[in-house]
């Protein structure tokens, strides 16, 4: 089955800085990459997604990239705000709705 | 639009005890999905319901383990007996068939808060 990797677990960055989130996944028929924001108390909201027929997807503050050679993704977030500080989790699926995720990157900003 | 709710928020239980943990989705989404988070992993897949069938069920633990969804709206996982590896947080979502069209990606799936079960 699919496994995704996901690093760093803790992040620290000063408000305004950026924060990068890497993953990589095993299965080459992966082709569907969305990215979750779980803040205290609450599910898994979808923040991004990207899809294997494009490389790079922006909304905001946050950008995504993929490569499907090197088999990993990753988030970026710029000029982080304090309301950035949640646990991110990356995930990938093979399109049959069953979603693998990453073990969770729990991102602090500092004010 | 409400989301995805789940019942109860926490749940403790003592080994050997059986639990009961409800999943309603949003109002007509077909597919329904159960995942479960331990000890702060990754979260894992369990199930997958289209409608009332168990489209995928290949995350189940084991037999201690039975999901339903009668009806093909609200689901319940019943842990019984429950052992002290079953402790986490168990995560429902929902999403619509892809042909259900409007503003939703397809594959977008849309998470519940989650039940908080402790075994003691």
């Known amino acids: 089955g699919e496994n995704v990797e996901q690093h760093p677990s803790t992040l620290s960055v000063q408000e305004g800085d950026s924060a990068v989130i890497k993953c990589t996944y095993s299965?080459?028929?992966?082709?569907?990459f969305p990215w979750y924001k779980q803040e205290l108390g609450k599910g898994p909201q979808l923040i991004i997604d990207i899809r294997s027929n494009v490389g790079e997807k922006k909304d905001q503050r946050i950008a995504v990239t993929l490569n499907k050679t090197a088999k990993h993704f990753s988030l970026h977030i710029t000029e982080t705000q304090p309301e950035d500080s949640a646990v991110y989790f990356c995930?990938?699926?093979?399109?049959?709705?069953?979603?693998?995720f990453g073990a969770g990157t729990t991102v602090t900003v500092r004010a | 639009e409400a989301g995805v709710t789940q019942f109860p928020s926490h749940s403790v239980i003592e080994k050997g005890q059986t639990v009961t943990l409800r999943c309603d989705p949003i109002?007509?989404?077909?597919?329904l999905y159960w995942y479960r988070r331990v000890m702060g992993k990754e979260i894992k897949f369990l199930l997958h319901f289209v409608k009332e069938s168990k489209q995928d069920e290949s995350g189940m633990p084991n037999n201690r383990f039975l999901a339903e969804r009668t009806g093909g709206t609200y689901s319940t996982l019943k842990v019984q007996p429950a052992e002290l590896e079953d402790s986490g947080v168990y995560f429902c979502?929902?999403?619509?068939?892809?042909?259900?069209?409007?503003?939703?990606?397809?594959?977008?799936?849309?998470f519940g808060p989650g039940t908080r079960l402790t075994v003691l």
């Open positions: 109002s007509g989404h077909d597919n």
């Open positions: 299965d080459s028929a992966s082709n569907y």
């Open positions: 979502a929902s999403s619509p068939s892809n042909l259900a069209g409007g503003r939703t990606k397809a594959n977008e799936q849309f």
């Open positions: 995930a990938a699926s093979s399109g049959d709705y069953k979603l693998s």
